[in-house]
């Protein structure tokens, strides 16, 4: 059998922890991200080692503060744990880090990360789901996205194309991915390529075309100068059989089984079976027999239920070809119990990995849920002075970078202690509430408002040079003062004083300056009779 064959593989503390012991890295970031695209696009089927790779390039990046770097290195982690069987923890590791991937806007690992759940919806059945991320995944591809990879991301999307029974449009995407394959000159991918397909094509019994793409498997096999892999062995060998070519098929995967060479033991157990059913039909029953024998101990030996549970069914074949029907009859028995266990198994599994990725995604909305309530005032609902902290740093230095202007303005409400004391503290805040809902009116997408304590607000505008910005905080003063604030103040008008400041030349654009300056036409705008804008520069 055969599907894809190699499975590709500062993270902010929250979602990587923090090392105990920091070690000084002998390693750069270009040094490491080399290292990581070497073990994701590696071919070898050695799970320990490329875990232990990914392992030590985490710790490093770690130390480095190389947040994606980390990130990448635990997709390959978690993908060699679903291929060890702990689809659960290796769903929510893929969950996870999709998720701060799309909070943090980060294409390369959003791709990777659709890539990874795309396989992981496919081992869970839902073909649907399976489709959706392989789309996202091949959608996010750029010129930056190494070409080897982005055969990997067709591939995964033809099978899944596949899975869905859109054959045509599998085909397609197998085209594509081999175009690509030989267009770098990569015989090992483009190989890898027609392995798929071939495979494909039997499994929807297209069998003349998965014979022609079979034949064209030798050809590629010629130029790379190698034998057939095993997993490759056993696609042809399947399509063979097929054909009624069980002479063929028995010596296509004889030697694959035979041959004292690395490979995973699930891909030796599938090739031995395939064997057993090749003599079978040849009808060297003690051949097949032993064959048979030699695929259910390696069953036996790691735990392989899946092909454990056709060994019975292949077993019973045997014994109904010698004439012992009442052997054959138990190992159909013990087939279709083994089946039902198998599917009851699997659907625990694909609950339990569909849990972790549930409560993973929950845990993050939760995250994320709590860390909005942080920088907001829980009076207001506006920003608080934690989200300036993060935010104008950012803000200003896109201003530097682009040299469009940004405004920010400190608004303050007049003689708001009189209001307090006259009224009371509820009539206050009822006042802070509605001038906050105004001020908000005046924000477009990109900027925002804030509580910086009491009744001072910070409004940030970008795209506003100070002549646009004088109009808007003009406006919104005269908005202010022409509210109908009877109803909650009475005879009591309520106005605000405002300061603001603009961007100037890149080197003098800091937090500390652009606050200050607002702050000094605040004092200016309340010392020259109050209820109007101050802007500097």
Known sequence: MSSVAADWNEVSDELTGNPTVVVASPHTAVELTRELDDLENSQGHDVEAIFAGAARIERAAGVLRETVLVCRARLVQADMDRRRGQVGRAARTFAEIHRWAELNQSQPLLARSHFHLALTYHYLGDHAASLEHAISAVELMDQATPRGLQVIYLIRLANSLAGTGAVDAARDRYLQAEQVAVAIGDLTRQMLVLNNLAYTEYEVGALDRASAVAARMHVVAGALGRDFLITERDTIANIQIRLGQYAAAEETVRAAVNAPQWFEMHDLADAALTLAEAQRRLGTVDTAQASLTRCRDLCDERELVGVRVRVFAEQAELYAVTGDYRNAFAEYKRFHAAAEELRSTQQEARALARQAMFETAEARQDAERYREQARRDPLTGLYNRRYVDEQLPVLIAHANTSGVPLTVA?????????????LSHQVGDQVLIAVSGLLTSIVRKAGFVARMGGE????????APAEN??????????TVRSHSWHPITGDLPVTVSIGASTTGSAADNTVARLLDEADRNLYAAKNTGRDR???GR
Do not use: G, Q, T, W
Not at 456 to 462: A, H
């Open 533 to 535: 804008v101050v802007m």
């Open 410 to 422: 400190l608004i303050d409400l007049d003689f708001f202690k009189r209001i307090n004391d006259a």
């Open 456 to 463: 001072e607000f910070l409004i940030v505008l970008p795209h």
């Open 469 to 478: 910005a004088v109009r808007r905080l003009d406006a919104l003063r005269l």
